[in-house]
C-alpha cells in the first residue's frame, strides 16, 4: 500500500506563488508516473501536470509557463511550483502516483485558494 502525504495548499493573492509538495512513502518499488491533480467545485478532476520516472514531463495548457513540476526520487516526493496563480487556479489539489506493479494512489488533496 502506497501512502501520498500532500502539503503546501493555502491562501494566496492573484499573482502569487504557492509550492505543493507530496510525500510517498510504504513500497520499496519505483513510481513511474507521479502527478498533480485538480479539482474545482461542481467540476471534474482534471490533470495539471505529470512527470515519469525518466524525467518527463507534460502540462495542461491552463498552467503551461507558470507551473513546474519536479520529483525528488531519493525523498519519494514531488513538487509543483506554482506562479502567477490566477482566481481560476482555486481547486483542491490531488497528488497521484502510478506504479506499474501495483496500481494507481491518491491522496487526500490540499486546498488552495487564489483571491482575486
Known amino acids: 500500500q502506497v501512502q501520498l502525504v500532500e502539503s503546501g495548499g493555502g491562501l494566496v493573492q492573484a499573482g502569487g506563488s504557492l509550492r505543493l509538495s507530496c510525500a510517498a512513502s510504504?513500497?520499496?518499488?519505483?513510481?513511474?508516473?507521479m502527478a498533480w491533480y485538480r479539482q474545482a467545485p461542481g467540476k471534474q478532476r482534471d490533470l495539471v501536470a505529470q512527470i515519469t520516472s525518466g524525467g518527463r514531463t507534460d502540462y495542461a495548457d491552463s498552467v503551461k509557463g507558470r507551473f513546474t513540476i519536479s520529483r525528488e526520487d531519493a525523498k519519494n516526493t514531488v513538487y509543483l511550483q506554482m506562479n502567477n496563480l490566477k482566481p481560476e487556479d482555486t481547486a483542491v489539489y490531488f497528488c497521484?502516483?502510478?506504479?506499474?506493479?501495483?496500481?494507481?494512489?491518491w491522496g487526500q488533496g490540499t486546498q488552495v485558494t487564489v483571491s482575486s
Open positions: 497521484y502516483a502510478w506504479l506499474l506493479t501495483r496500481g494507481n494512489y
Open positions: 510504504g513500497s520499496s518499488f519505483s513510481i513511474n508516473v
